[in-house]
T-cell receptor, first 115, second 108 residues
Framework: NAGVTQTPKFQVLKTGQSMTLQCAQD?????MYWYRQDPGMGLRLIYY???????DKGEVPNGYNVSRLNKREFSLRLESAAPSQTSVYFC??????????????FGPGTRLTVT | SQKIEQNSEALNIQEGKTATLTCNYT??????LQWYRQDPGRGPVFLLL?????KEKRKERLKVTFDTTLKQSLFHITASQPADSATYLC???????FGSGTRLQVQP
């Protein structure tokens, strides 16, 4: 099992460019998440998807859109990149349901720089 | 707003000592708290979960406590080793909110 995979690993964008970060999981999890991590700020939730077909905003959704393409894949799109979106982006997945602990499995991250 | 805070940004200890990390929460009562480890350049990895009705949880050299009166969870690593050096994060229920993490450095 690959777990959670993310592409690309690194990306440099110019201000105003767009791009999509891809995430896939092979653990048959219902829930998937996108976080950004900045120095001193910890992990902040951008969007999450509790199940296929649903998405919800997290703490910092402005400037981002998401698509839950199917149960395996959850993509994050930056329509018009800004320097403030320079960060490391992590995708995660977890089981959901009665009695589960929502333990999250994280991908390796995408390091994005916007100039 | 509901907050989860890790007050210590960094902690340096000598090998063999016990490391104690603190996680405080305000404005809500979490059903449980999770603890994760993050190594540089990698995603967090789940370590332990403790429920509000559990006072203590252990896994090998790791121990987590949960004090609902103090609104605090303590994470202990006993007999610490240089390989334990990493950033440790706490997270509230469903891990939708993380603390900013404590960077632990264990000196040989």
């Amino acid at each position: 099992n690959a777990g959670v995979t993310q592409t690309p690993k690194f990306q440099v964008l110019k201000t105003g460019q767009s791009m999509t970060l891809q995430c896939a999981q092979d653990m048959n999890h219902n829930s998937m998440y996108w976080y950004r991590q900045d120095p001193g700020m910890g992990l902040r939730l951008i969007y999450y998807s509790a199940s296929e077909g649903t998405t919800d905003k997290g703490e910092v959704p402005n400037g981002y859109n998401v698509s839950r393409l199917n149960k395996r894949e959850f993509s994050l799109r930056l329509e018009s990149a800004a320097p403030s979106q320079t960060s490391v982006y992590f995708c995660a997945s977890s089981e959901t349901g009665t009695g589960v602990t929502y333990e999250q499995y994280f991908g390796p991250g995408t390091r994005l720089t916007v100039t | 707003s509901q907050k989860i805070e890790q007050n210590s940004e960094a902690l340096n200890i000598q090998e063999g000592k016990t490391a104690t990390l603190t996680c405080n929460y305000t404005n809500y009562s979490p059903a449980y708290l999770q603890w994760y480890r993050q190594d540089p350049g990698r995603g967090p990895v789940f370590l332990l979960l403790i429920r509000e009705n559990e006072k203590e949880k252990r896994k090998e050299r790791l121990k987590v406590t949960f004090d609902t009166t103090l609104k605090q969870s303590l994470f202990h690593i006993t007999a610490s080793q240089p390989a334990d050096s990493a950033t440790y994060l706490c997270a509230r229920r469903r891990a939708l909110t993380f603390g900013s993490g404590t960077r632990l450095q264990v000196q040989p």
